[in-house]
C-alpha cells in the first residue's frame, strides 16, 4: 500500500488495487471469528459439562476396549483348554506348564484404575482446558504477528462483551507490565480508540514508549477497548456486516449500550472502579455519558486526549469538506452502509474532495488530523499495517452535523416526524456539557496544531466546565502536537503519559 508520505493521487490510485477482493476477505475472515468465537463461548460455558461428557466418553471407550479385549481373552482359554487337553492325553503336561507356554498374562485391578484415571485426566485435560486453550492459542498467536513487542504470557483473551442491541465486542487484557506481577491491587484503566482506529492505536509505539504497555509496566491493570464494526468486534447476535442493519448505529449507541457495557464488564472483573483513557471519538462518547451522569460511579477518573465535544470550528480541510458537500450523506444514498477508509467507494468520493482547489492532500494524513510534529517514518508504516477501520456512514453523518451545527447533539433525522419517533420532540436532544459532575477528576490534553480538535472548540469545553472543581480538573496543553501526536508520537511518553499516569495515581 502506497503510504501517507505520498502525493495524494497516487495513494488513492493505489489504494483501489483490489478492494472488492480485500472487502470478501475481511468478510470471509470476520465469518471464520464469529464461528471461532461461538465455538470458544460454548467450550466456555459448558466446560463442566463437557468436561464430564468427554470423561465419560473416555471412561465408557476404555470399558468398550477392556470388554473386547475380555471377550478376546474368553476365545483364547476356550481355545487353550481345548489344546491343554490335547496335549494332556499325548505329552501327559499339567495345566501350569501348558500356561507357562503360552505366556499368556491376565486382566488385573491396577492396570484397570490406572487407565481409567488416564482416562479421565485425559477427559479434563480436553474438556475443562482444551477449549479455553484452543480458543485463545490462535488469537494470541495473531496478537503477537500484529505486534511483535510482548511475551504471551502477558496478554489474554477475555470474553466477548454482549451490550444490549446485540453486537458482540472483544476486549483485550494486559493484566501485568514486562518484569511480571507486582505486589498489591493493580489498579485498571480502559483505553478506548478513536474514530477509524481500533485498539491497536494504544501498541502502534514500542513497548517503552506505548500507552498501553507503559501503564502495565507502571502497575495498573490494562484492557483495550474495540469499537463495534472494527477487526475484532464485527459479530451480532443475528447480523451479518454484510447486512445494512448492522451499520445502522452512529455514536449516539456507543454511548448508550457500548461503553457502558465495556466500563461495568472491567469494573465486574477487576472488582474496583475504573480509570478511564480516550482518545478523539473515545472522548466524545465518554463526555455525552458524564453528561448524563452515566458511568461517574464505577470510574476512578477520565483522560481525555485530544478531546472532541465541540466541532464547528473544525479546521481540518478534509473532513470540513465532507461535511460542508454531504458526501455522508451521499454515500448513504448511494447504499453504502459500512464506510471503508479502503473501500472503492469511500476512495472515490475522496478523490474528489483531493482534487478542490482549496484541498491539498499532499499528505493525506496531516490534510485530515494537522500537522503532527512528532511521528517517524516507523509509526507510520505500522500504522498503516492495521489501520484504518471501518465505521458506518451514519456515524460519520452524524459527525458531519455537528460539524456544520456547532452543538453536541443526538443523530438528526432530518424529518420532524422521525425525530418525535426517536425522542419524543421535533429536533434531536442536546448533551449538556455543563452536566457532568463537578468532583468527578477529569485530565484534559490537547494540541495547538490538531485540525480535528480544535483550540477553539476545547475553549468552548472548558467554558462548559468553568464550574468544574478546580482541583479535580487537570488541562494540559501542547503547542506543537496535533491529531495523530496523542497515540503515535515519539515523545508522547515524556510530554502527555507521564503526566498522566501522576494523575491516576493521586486519584
Known amino acids: 500500500m502506497q503510504r501517507l508520505r505520498s502525493s495524494g493521487t497516487s495513494i488513492l490510485g493505489n489504494l483501489v488495487t483490489t478492494p472488492r477482493l480485500k472487502r470478501k476477505a475481511l468478510n470471509s475472515w470476520a465469518a471464520v471469528q464469529d464461528t471461532f468465537f461461538s465455538t470458544k463461548d460454548i467450550f466456555e460455558k459448558h466446560r463442566v459439562v463437557f468436561t464430564i461428557g468427554t470423561s465419560i466418553a473416555s471412561v465408557a471407550t476404555a470399558w468398550v476396549g477392556y470388554s473386547l479385549r475380555h471377550y478376546h481373552q474368553t476365545k483364547v482359554d476356550q481355545r487353550l483348554e481345548t489344546i491343554e487337553k490335547a496335549m494332556n492325553n499325548n505329552y501327559n503336561l499339567d495345566h501350569s506348564e501348558i500356561r507357562k507356554i503360552a505366556g499368556l498374562g491376565s486382566i488385573s485391578a491396577p492396570a ?13 485435560g480436553l474438556g475443562w482446558r482444551g477449549g479455553t486453550w484452543y480458543a485463545n492459542r490462535k488469537f494470541r498467536k495473531e496478537q503477537m504477528k500484529l505486534l511483535g513487542q510482548i511475551k504471551p504470557r502477558g496478554w489474554q483473551l477475555l470474553g466477548r462483551i454482549k451490550p444490549r442491541d446485540g453486537y458482540i465486542l472483544s476486549m483485550q487484557r494486559i493484566p501485568e507490565g514486562r518484569s511480571g506481577k507486582t505486589p498489591g491491587q493493580r489498579p485498571p484503566v480502559l483505553l478506548q480508540h478513536g474514530l477509524l482506529m481500533d485498539g491497536i492505536t494504544w501498541l502502534l509505539l514500542s513497548p517503552d514508549q506505548s500507552l498501553a504497555f507503559l501503564l502495565a509496566d507502571n502497575g495498573f491493570d490494562v484492557w483495550l477497548a474495540n469499537t463495534r464494526g472494527t477487526k475484532y468486534s464485527r459479530g451480532h447476535a443475528s447480523l451479518s456486516p454484510n447486512d445494512p442493519a448492522y451499520w445502522n448505529w452512529t455514536w449516539d449507541e456507543l454511548v448508550a449500550y457500548d461503553l457502558p457495557a465495556t466500563v461495568q464488564h472491567v469494573h465486574y472483573q477487576a472488582g474496583q472502579k475504573v480509570h478511564y483513557v480516550g482518545h478523539s471519538l473515545g472522548t466524545l462518547i465518554a463526555l455525552a455519558a458524564f453528561s448524563k451522569d452515566q458511568l461517574v460511579n464505577m470510574l476512578r477518573s ?4 485530544s478531546p472532541i465535544a465541540y466541532m464547528g470550528q473544525m479546521p481540518s480541510p478534509i473532513a470540513r469538506n465532507a461535511a460542508d458537500n454531504f458526501v455522508g450523506e451521499a454515500l448513504y444514498w448511494l447504499g453504502v452502509d459500512e464506510f471503508n477508509p479502503i473501500g472503492e467507494a469511500v476512495i472515490k468520493l475522496l478523490e474528489d474532495i483531493c482534487n478542490q482547489p482549496d484541498v491539498d492532500c499532499t499528505n493525506l494524513l496531516t490534510s485530515f488530523t494537522g500537522q503532527n510534529c512528532c511521528l517517524n517514518s516507523s509509526v507510520i508504516d505500522v500504522f498503516l499495517d492495521h489501520e484504518p477501520q471501518s465505521t458506518a456512514t451514519k456515524n460519520m453523518i452524524h459527525l458531519a452535523q455537528m460539524i456544520r451545527g456547532g452543538d453536541i447533539a443526538m443523530y438528526d433525522y432530518n424529518n420532524e416526524d422521525e425525530n418525535r419517533r426517536h425522542y419524543g420532540q421535533p429536533t434531536p436532544p442536546l448533551y449538556n456539557m455543563t ?8 485530565f484534559l490534553s490537547y494540541g495547538g496544531a490538531d485540525a480535528l480538535s480544535d483550540v477553539k472548540d476545547v475553549k468552548l469545553l472548558l467554558g462548559s466546565l468553568k464550574d468544574h472543581d478546580g482541583e479535580r480538573l487537570v488541562v494540559q496543553y501542547r503547542g506543537d502536537y496535533a491529531h495523530a501526536d496523542y497515540v503515535m508520537g515519539e515523545n508522547a511518553k515524556q510530554v502527555v503519559y507521564d503526566p498522566l499516569m501522576a494523575f491516576f495515581r493521586l486519584q
Open 435 to 442: 452536566s457532568i459532575p463537578n468532583d468527578f477528576p477529569l
Open 302 to 305: 477520565a483522560a481525555l486526549l
Open 112 to 124: 484397570c484404575f490406572a487407565t481409567a484415571g488416564t482416562a479421565l485426566i485425559v477427559g479434563y
